[in-house]
């Protein structure tokens, strides 16, 4: 299954946490001996696509179709559509293919991770930041011994439709709680999942030089150049609220982002609403 991240968004979520809020595979999906091969499919509303802290000033509503092939050894095929909520503009601006591995090192699945590669078809005009994506390599790892909290830490590396290509570290810390569990199975119920998420990566920077005698001279444009630097890029707070009833979910996760060395001021808002359902 796949749960709404913040990447990055999506990520997350993963997903894709969607939260580069990003999209990611949720590790801890009950698996039926008697089924080798699962569908899970789904629809999120995001307020707001982010990457890694970043937004962009002409970013609209998107709502995301999700379907998901997933198998019992840990193999998953995700695709996901994005058509942005622009009022009279509204439109279809792409679709992305993931596939990817979730493993774990214990038979609890308390130590573990996924592997996934994304490729990006969405139009160079689209309103959306990951217009200026072509794929993207992910890796995580997430360790979460006796259920206390659960640390993740993940890796991606951006591969932009021009220009330098990025990298993309986030840390973060979340911990399920269930308020109310019922069932035969005890996994139908209420609970939430408070999460906090630290970005870090490279950024691509413009500096105008406007200080040179020459140029004031005579009369030339300021020179601009463009530096890249690994610097913090963004604290992310969540708290998602899951109803669980047999194989559907319902979604709700309001986020506070910060952003640091973005060339954006203060923090901001934004949410993700949906569902999901897993056959």
Do not use: C
């Not at 091969?37 to 696509?49: A, E, K, P, Q, R």
């Not at 774990?104 to 994304?118: H, N, R, V, W």
């Amino acid at each position: 299954m796949l749960k709404p991240k913040l990447i990055l968004v999506l990520l997350a979520l993963p997903f894709l946490s969607m939260g580069q809020q990003q999209l990611k595979p949720d590790t801890a999906v009950k698996k039926q001996a008697a089924k080798s091969l699962f569908v899970n499919t789904g629809l999120i509303y995001l307020s707001d696509l982010t990457y890694a802290g970043r937004k962009d000033p002409g970013s609209v509503p998107v709502l995301l179709p999700t379907v998901s092939l997933i198998s019992a050894k840990g193999f998953f095929l995700s695709g996901i559509g994005y058509f942005d909520l622009n009022g009279s503009h509204s439109k279809t601006e792409g679709v992305s293919f993931t596939p990817g591995y979730v493993f774990s090192f214990d038979k609890k699945k308390e130590y573990g991770g996924a592997i996934s590669a994304t490729k990006y078809f969405i139009t160079d005009n689209s309103p959306i930041i990951l217009s200026t994506f072509n794929a993207t390599i992910d890796g995580q790892l997430h360790f979460n011994p006796q259920d206390i909290v659960k640390l993740t830490v993940a890796a991606s590396y951006r591969i932009g439709k021009q220009g330098p290509n990025d990298i993309i570290n986030d840390a973060e810390l979340s911990k399920e709680i269930w308020l109310v569990k019922s069932g035969k199975d005890a996994r139908n119920g209420f609970k939430i999942i408070p999460d906090l998420m630290l970005y870090a990566g490279t950024q691509s920077f413009s500096q105008t030089d406007s200080t040179s005698v020459v140029g004031q001279v005579l009369g030339t444009q300021p020179r601009v150049t463009t530096t890249r630097k690994y610097e913090l890029l963004a604290l992310s707070g969540s708290m998602q609220f899951i109803y669980a009833i047999k194989t559907w979910q319902l979604n709700f996760t309001p986020y506070v982002i910060q952003p640091y060395n973005t060339g954006q001021n203060g923090s901001y808002f934004l949410f993700t609403v949906g569902f999901n359902v897993t056959f």
